[in-house]
């Protein structure tokens, strides 16, 4: 590790707020946790991106978040020069449980309230997004029940610049009396309580409309979209037929892009999905719409005991997260936090100096 570490701002992947203290003691001062060696390692190159699911409860947020870390483990087949590290014990905990459940075709169970463990996990060499490090929070849906969201027990919701905002349509139409429009007055009325204002300090809000295996009035576009998703299979097959490179990484995001007019169509035929859109635009969030499955098929037993009727085969997930990387472009560099030093006017050292400034940042 670099000693340069001890001059650089380093932001806790875990409560976003800065380290600061001796890079010995590699712990954050705020949440106490420690910070992941191999966070401290690869920092320059894993800028943080946190963020954080909300959604009424049994709408799917812990089954689409454990899609997508699945896949996470997995995408070194596509792109070519990905790993991933899990960046905490807890993460790799439900990293291993997530896989025994995929083995055995079991789903997550309900989140308890009080239960809130960030998801770390450092990813690398996702050919145009680089590096980041992936922090997600999943938490209760009990807990956006509130028009003024409880920010102690879901510290991300105030401080995360992607939120995904995962509700199942077959689920909104089933239970009206908890609307989607209502999901996100709460969470406006939770950032301007606590002084955040969207349109200055922006956000992007992540649309997921999830169990879209069991939507049956899907329009046909969006159907085939759905379900043409190859990137599960290949990478359970491991055969590298699928490869996600800048030119294929632009074509998949210029459809995403298709699929977000389509569905914000769908679902401005709803008064509630129209009222949702209008509030979000009026807020200056940057609003756009993912349609996925994370199962990929249907799912039997209750809420407590959910079991995969056939194999697991989560469709079109990556696109949320490809959303949040979209919004969230590395930066050149993140070496330093404070501006370079006060250079020599006009003396021969001015250029010597400003050269040697160069050439640490790029270090
Ligand atoms: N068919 C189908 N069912 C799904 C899908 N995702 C989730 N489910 C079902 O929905 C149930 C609830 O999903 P969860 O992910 O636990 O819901 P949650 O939003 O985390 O709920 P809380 O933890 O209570 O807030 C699961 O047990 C499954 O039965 C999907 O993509 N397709
Ligand atoms: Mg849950
Ligand atoms: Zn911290």
Redesign the pocket.
Known sequence: MSDLLTTRKLVCPFCLEEITGSKLERKCSSCQRPTPALYLKDARDLEPMAVQ?M?????????????LTLLLTRMQVVWEDYSWSPGSEETREAILDSNRRLESGL??????KGVDLPCLILLRGMDRFKGRALVYR??????FDTNSMPVEQVPFLLKAKTLFL?A?P??LAARRERPIDMLLNGFLNTLEEHGVDPSKDRRRLVVVL?????IQDLPKPLHDYLVKDRVWRTLEEGTPDLRFDEPAIDRYLATMREVDRHLREWIERDAHGRHLVRLATQSGLDLCFSL?????????????E?QLENRWE??RVLDPLLWALSFNPPPKSRIFSTAPPELPRSSKQHGLIARWWEWLKDL
């Open positions: 699911a959604g009424w409860s049994g709408h799917g947020k812990s089954v689409f978040l454990s899609a789903l997550p169970l309900p989140t308890n999943d938490c209760a849906g009990e807990h995962i199942s077959v689920d999830t169990k879209g295996d069991l996925v499955s994370a199962t990929g098929g249907p799912v039997s037993g209750g809420d407590s959910s989560p469709r």
